[in-house]
């Protein structure tokens, strides 16, 4: 079955743009989770949501980054008035629920601020 | 908080050597534990993951890894390296009641050598 797909692959942006970057989970997954791998470092969490709400974003850097998750399904990651160090990929994963631990990755978003 | 240590940023191995990538957590509880591969410019896959029951968990591609609480450690091995084995991989914890967010080591390059 299809995977996790996150669109664009690429995006490059200057500096004090606003960038949408979206992510569509596996079908039926009710979790969905964001984090960021800075280069040559290990992915770092974002924020999750249960169904439609954040059930934590404790790791969104500042109030420049915001997500959303309107219909339970599809989730975007939204930033504002980007800065060079928000160059990075931004992975997307889902999971069946937030009890089931097992996280499905995908192939990611690279942002590149200029 | 919990976090992940990931000892060696670079491992170098022979085809046919065996594989040894060590991860060391800090946990307030019993977290759950995760090996991930990622090939370039690819998503994370899962290899192998360790929740509760058997300490000794087998995963896909020979890759096994062991978790003993009282080493706070979750080794990664493999008997005999493959080039395809080439990769980086990455250690990740994850408390149920934190809704599943995974917290990630810093990556351990693995190289083969023919």
């Known amino acids: 079955g299809a995977g996790v797909s996150q669109t664009p692959s690429n995006k490059v942006t200057e500096k004090g743009k606003y960038v949408e970057l979206r992510c569509d989970p596996i079908s039926g997954h009710t979790a969905l989770y964001w984090y960021r791998q800075s280069l040559g470092q290990g992915p770092e969490f974002l924020i999750y949501f249960q169904g439609t709400g954040a059930a934590d974003d404790s790791g969104l850097p500042n109030d420049r980054f915001f997500a959303v998750r309107p219909e339970g399904s599809v989730s975007t990651l939204k930033i504002q008035r980007t800065e060079r160090g928000d160059s990075a990929v931004y992975l997307c994963?889902?999971?069946?629920?937030?009890?089931?631990?097992?996280?499905?990755f995908g192939p990611g978003t690279r942002l590149t601020v200029t | 908080a919990q976090s992940v240590t990931q000892l060696g940023s670079h491992v170098s191995v022979s085809e046919g050597a065996l594989v040894l990538l060590r991860c060391n957590y800090s946990?307030?509880?019993?977290?759950?534990l995760f090996w991930y591969v990622q090939y370039p410019n690819q998503g994370l896959q899962l290899l192998l993951k360790?929740?509760?029951?058997?300490?000794l968990v087998k995963g896909i591609n020979g890759f096994e890894a062991e978790f003993k609480k009282s080493e706070t450690s979750f080794h990664l091995t493999k008997p005999s390296a493959h080039m395809s084995d080439a990769a980086e991989y990455f250690c990740?914890?994850?408390?149920?009641?934190?809704?599943?967010?995974?917290?990630f080591g810093g990556g351990t390059r693995v190289l083969v050598k023919p």
């Open positions: 946990s307030s509880v019993p977290p759950y």
């Open positions: 990740a914890v994850a408390l149920k009641a934190a809704g599943n967010k995974l917290t």
């Open positions: 994963a889902s999971s069946l629920n937030r009890v089931q631990g097992e996280q499905y």
């Open positions: 360790y929740t509760t029951g058997a300490t």
